[in-house]
């Protein structure tokens, strides 16, 4: 069966810190992989999404980045943090592109920026 | 493009009472609709999906829900709730290049004894 990890599950970090919270797939080969951001009290953000090593797409332009360099591992990354960068932070993957295919969603990484 | 509006930012019933998360979408493509829950602190789990078979969808732990067409209407439902189902609820629509989601902006379930 699949999993998805993600890790840390929670990251208190200082306003100009970088960061790098990393998310792994299981028990599938070439995932479309997904970060989203979930701020307080509001729905999901989409940051950026992969359909294959090496492949970034950003949806929403900020001070974030990411990377594949595997196929079953995704990063999230910043060379310095934000305020407003605070939130909650969800991995996800899909088999494909096919809208039929629902999302699978990590345990997600609670991260405060002080 | 695609957008999905949950009219009910909060909703509370008591145990034992039926649920009723309200939820319509509108979408160019011919769409995929999900409903997902999120507990405290924690990913989302996927209670149910609609992919243009059965309209009237059932899911995990009692809840089901219906796609109407001509409502542009999925709205998500439960006989009789459980404390264990207070939580935060999203209605889900996916299409377009990338297998994107489009998130509506959630219903928090809560439930009283």
């Known amino acids: 069966s699949q999993t998805i990890h993600q890790w840390p599950a929670t990251l208190v970090q200082p306003v100009g810190s970088p960061l790098s919270l990393e998310c792994t797939v299981e028990g599938t080969s070439n995932p479309n992989l997904y970060w989203y951001r979930q701020a307080a009290g509001r729905g999901l953000q989409l940051l950026f999404y992969?359909?294959?090593?090496?492949?970034i797409s950003s949806e929403v332009p900020q001070n974030l980045s990411a990377s594949r360099p595997q196929d079953r591992q995704f990063i999230l990354s910043s060379k310095k943090l934000l305020l407003s960068d605070s939130g909650f932070y969800l991995c996800?993957?899909?088999?494909?592109?096919?809208?039929?295919?629902?999302?699978?969603f990590g345990p997600g990484t609670r991260l405060t920026v002080l | 493009a695609q957008s999905v509006t949950q009219l009910d930012s909060h909703v509370s019933v008591s145990e034992g009472t039926p649920v009723l998360l309200r939820c319509n979408y509108s979408s160019s493509y011919s769409p995929s609709l999900f409903w997902y829950v999120q507990h405290p602190n924690k990913g989302l789990q996927l209670l149910l999906k609609y992919t243009s078979a059965a309209t009237l969808v059932k899911g995990i732990n009692g809840f089901e829900a219906e796609f109407k067409k001509s409502e542009t209407s999925f709205h998500l439902t439960k006989p009789s709730a459980h404390m264990s189902d207070a939580a935060e609820y999203f209605c889900?629509?996916?299409?377009?290049?990338?297998?994107?989601?489009?998130f509506g902006g959630g219903t928090r379930l809560m439930v009283k004894p």
């Open positions: 992969s359909v294959g090593i090496g492949q």
């Open positions: 889900v629509v996916s299409g377009g290049a990338g297998n994107m989601l489009t």
């Open positions: 996800a993957w899909s088999v494909d592109s096919s809208s039929y295919n629902e999302q699978f």
